[in-house]
């Protein structure tokens, strides 16, 4: 972690009054409230010493046994490349079977409407959205804590074993007819994501990464993970690309579909030739090599001792919570029963009781928990609006400026590829290099930082100023171009994550996971609905732009509320450190005055 300059240049003049007050905070009040709740803070230390012992058992593996963010970093890698290697063409397909669907309907023959079009691939998404969200709702919120007591390779493993069958059947369908099958399209989706959807891999991935990291590791393990996903999902669309252009070269394609554009879907087109899904069996094929690979050589997190405990832990809290003194005693199956439905429990913790975190933050639990709250919401609500972003950008792209398939390969790989490069080189540039080095603004340990606020900033001006310019772009270069730039917001979604942490105790970190997990896949249902239905109204308007205009409002309102969080606890702060001066002021007075008092004793003795 980089440290404050030491010359004098900004070390007398740009003093970080921040972490000045939390230092004094952390002194005074910290020791008060562990000496007056001792069994919280032992309760807190033997969790910090037990998983401390279990990240030293690890050093003593193999290091093919040995799991690292290397390991989990190559599962997520495979799965975003064999996903994004099949997305153009997917895309394509699709926009080909609802013109299809369309021109059937209306009886235009052979040309469909490509609004129409437009709108029908939007409904299908919207559909998607909803059906995915509804199953993973239970996934996401059990999978967390399951995978404490059972282990995550277990889990990790099923995930995308549902993806690949899902993926396996949907071919099927779309291989059985040359029109859109809209009901078995949107049963497919709900196959693949029956034991969690790609924020569940995503969400076990950073459980995975708190079980083997330090804390002052973690922040750019998480980065790490998100490049991961990043790499696959820019390296996929290019191995794509060159596989659509190699199967052309060799005439497996009956015509080159890398230059099938909008303009050539308004054509009705005949059932789709199977030589057409050759990157759709790629994927497939590419699933199951991923799920061997999890089965065989991804080392399991925690350790068996580990997972007994929690397993032990479990049952204990589930028997305490339902028995009660006036009461019989329940069947032995009923606790882990209700333990299993209830699923929405790990949301509690979002609101940040005061039984959950540690003693030494009572005296500001109310300012803190509302920074948690903002915090919480601005990141479920932030990915939840940008999720649909990528579906309206293709879908966009194809209607403005007639892509082709290697244009939104190209668009995946160039977009993709920049938002990797700024988590692995241009974050790190920016946290300790600039902002920490230069500036001299410190990280905090207990609470969200000037650091983390500053990086969040820079990503989310970027994301609103992209998001504008996108709106009035002219052309695909530039309108690709101001992707690529605007990537740079990818580093706010890590900052706020790393922030959030530091609000809880270090064995929290798996379940504060898991329930933001649950909120987004909740808001999964609803946001990206809306999102869609507002581009589907717009496009029908004839002004699809006016979508990037309302979400560059939104981002910098994001924006906004995450200042007014820094200033907040900023505030608290320094009113506790008066508090606490105070305190300190009143008892050395009444010192004062003792002593004053014994020596006027003496003297007339």
Not at 395 to 400: A, E, I, L, Q, T
Not at 438 to 445: A, E, N
Request: include cysteine.
């Amino acid at each position: 972690m980089s440290q404050r300059p030491s010359g004098p240049k900004y070390s007398a003049v740009n003093t970080d009054e921040a972490a000045v007050l939390e230092e004094a905070v952390e002194a005074t009040y910290g020791a008060m409230h562990n000496e007056s709740d001792p069994l919280a803070s032992s309760a807190l230390e033997e969790d910090s010493a037990w998983l401390k012992e279990q990240r030293l058992s690890h050093q003593s593996l193999h290091w093919l046994k040995r799991p690292t963010v290397i390991m989990i970093g190559i599962c997520l890698f495979l799965v975003a490349f064999a996903a994004s290697s099949a997305e153009s063409t997917r895309q394509l397909i699709t926009f080909k079977l609802a013109c299809n669907s369309v021109a059937a309907e209306m009886g235009t023959g052979d040309v469909c409407d490509p609004a129409q079009t437009q709108i029908l691939v939007s409904s299908l998404q919207q559909a998607y959205i909803i059906a995915v969200g509804c199953t993973t709702i239970f996934s996401s919120g059990k999978l967390g804590p399951l995978s404490d007591q059972y282990g995550r390779r277990l889990f990790i493993g099923l995930i995308v074993l549902f993806q690949a069958v899902g993926k396996l059947v949907k071919y099927f369908v779309i291989t059985s007819g040359p029109e859109l099958r809209f009901s078995l399209m949107v049963l497919t989706e709900i196959l693949a994501s029956l034991c969690g959807g790609v924020m569940t891999l995503v969400m076990l991935a950073n459980c995975y990464v708190s079980d083997i990291s330090e804390p002052h590791q973690r922040t750019y393990f998480l980065g790490i993970i998100m490049a991961s996903l990043f790499v696959g999902l820019s390296l996929g669309p290019a191995v794509g690309n060159v596989l659509i252009s190699l199967t052309n070269r060799m005439g497996v394609f009956a015509r080159d579909i890398s230059k099938v554009s909008t303009s050539a879907m308004t054509a009705v087109s005949g059932k789709i030739p199977r030589e057409e899904l050759v990157p759709l069996k790629v994927e497939i094929g590419l699933l199951f090599l991923v799920l061997l690979f999890i089965c065989t050589v991804l080392p399991e997190s925690r350790t068996q001792s580990a997972r007994r405990m929690s397993r032990s832990l479990s049952r204990s809290s589930s028997q305490a919570s339902l028995t009660r003194p006036d009461a019989p005693e329940a069947p032995s199956a009923r606790p882990g029963l209700l333990s299993m439905v209830n699923f929405l429990r790990p949301l509690r913790l979002l609101a940040y009781p005061k039984d959950q975190v540690a003693p030494s933050r009572y005296a500001s639990i109310r300012t803190t928990r509302v920074a948690v709250i903002l915090l919480v919401l601005f990141d479920c609500l932030f990915i939840s609006i940008m999720t649909p972003m990528g579906e309206v950008f293709v879908m966009y792209g194809v209607y403005r400026f007639d892509w082709t398939a290697q244009d939104i390969g190209s668009m995946l790989v160039v977009t993709c590829s920049f938002r990797a490069i700024t988590l692995l080189v241009l974050s790190p540039i920016l946290s300790h290099k600039l902002f920490s080095g230069y500036f001299g603004l410190r990280t905090l340990k207990k609470r969200y930082d000037h650091v983390e606020w500053a990086v969040v900033t820079t990503g989310l001006l970027a994301d609103s100023m992209g998001m504008l310019l996108l709106g009035l772009s002219p052309s695909s270069r530039m309108f690709i171009s101001v992707m690529a730039i605007s990537s740079i917001g990818s580093i706010a979604t890590p900052a706020v994550n790393s922030a959030l942490v530091k609000f809880y105790p270090e064995q929290k970190v798996g379940e504060l996971f898991s329930a933001m997990a649950l909120l987004k896949n909740t808001l999964q249902i609803v946001v990206p609905y809306l999102v869609l239905g507002i581009y589907k109204k717009t496009v029908t308007h004839g002004i699809p732009q006016l979508l990037f205009f309302i979400v560059a409002i939104i981002v910098f309102i994001g924006l906004l509320v995450l200042t007014w969080v820094i200033y907040i606890l900023d505030k608290e702060d320094a009113r506790i450190a008066r508090v606490a001066e105070a305190e300190a002021q009143m008892e050395e007075e009444l010192r004062r005055q003792v002593h004053h008092r014994n020596s006027s004793f003496s003297a007339g003795a």
